[in-house]
């Protein structure tokens, strides 16, 4: 089977910088995605490492290794909008499903 | 244009009804997934579907059924609705030939809340 675990809240600055983990234990690994969710919405993608380092897309980076079944997200310049849940998820490729962690909920203070 | 839409938005019902939501996504993809969102924010598969197929059928009750009438359209009817079928179910899709089911798209969700 296959399990995601990331920490279930976060609190962080406004302008901040803050970091999201996300350690797997799968079956069949291919890659780790990131998912952002507000309230009330829908999950969103935001980022995905096949490789190990660090993928950087604006202000949130994501990072992979897979000698230590870990990854992160990274958001710089936190905002206020920033505010939301978000989602690591690992894929085994081709039809198998993919497999979304617990969920983390940021919440940015002023 | 919306790129994943459900229908309903909410969904309030009483036990032992049955219920369908339907899904429509107009990206081209070729597969479809439903997953279930409980109170707790865990998002779960249900199903998948590529190309009309049924891929995924993870351990879910069989009072659900979903339909693929075609790649662009995902339903799910649900039978005889329990207290513990209230939850958000989001429908998705993504591009499974470019290699890319790990950037799935998700409709806007439907609230089930189930009295």
């Known amino acids: 089977g296959q399990s995601l675990e990331q920490p279930s809240e976060v609190t962080a600055v406004e302008g901040a910088i803050v970091q999201i983990n996300c350690t797997y234990q799968t079956s069949g690994f291919y890659g780790l995605s990131w998912y952002q969710q507000h309230d009330g919405g829908a999950p969103t993608f935001l980022s995905y490492n096949a490789l190990d380092g660090l993928e950087e897309t604006g202000r949130f980076s994501s990072f992979l290794s897979r000698s230590d079944s870990y990854g992160y997200l990274l958001l710089q310049e936190l905002q206020m909008k920033d505010s939301a849940s978000y989602f690591c998820a690992c894929d085994s490729g081709g039809y198998q499903k993919v497999t979304f962690g617990t969920g983390t909920k940021l919440q940015v203070i002023p | 244009d919306t790129a994943v839409s459900q229908t309903p938005k909410y969904l309030v019902t009483q036990m032992g009804n049955d219920k369908s939501i339907k899904c429509e996504q107009n990206?081209?993809?070729?597969?479809m997934y439903w997953y279930k969102q409980d109170s707790k924010k865990f998002l779960k598969i249900m199903f998948s579907y590529n190309n009309k197929e049924l891929i995924i059928n993870e351990t879910v009750p069989n009072r659900f059924s979903p339909k693929s009438p075609d790649k662009a359209h995902l339903n799910l009817h649900i039978n005889s609705l329990e207290l513990g079928d209230s939850a958000v179910y989001f429908c998705a899709s993504s591009q499974e030939t470019t290699g890319r089911d790990y950037e799935q798209y998700f409709g806007p969700g439907t609230r089930l809340t189930v009295t």
């Open positions: 990206l081209g993809h070729d597969t």
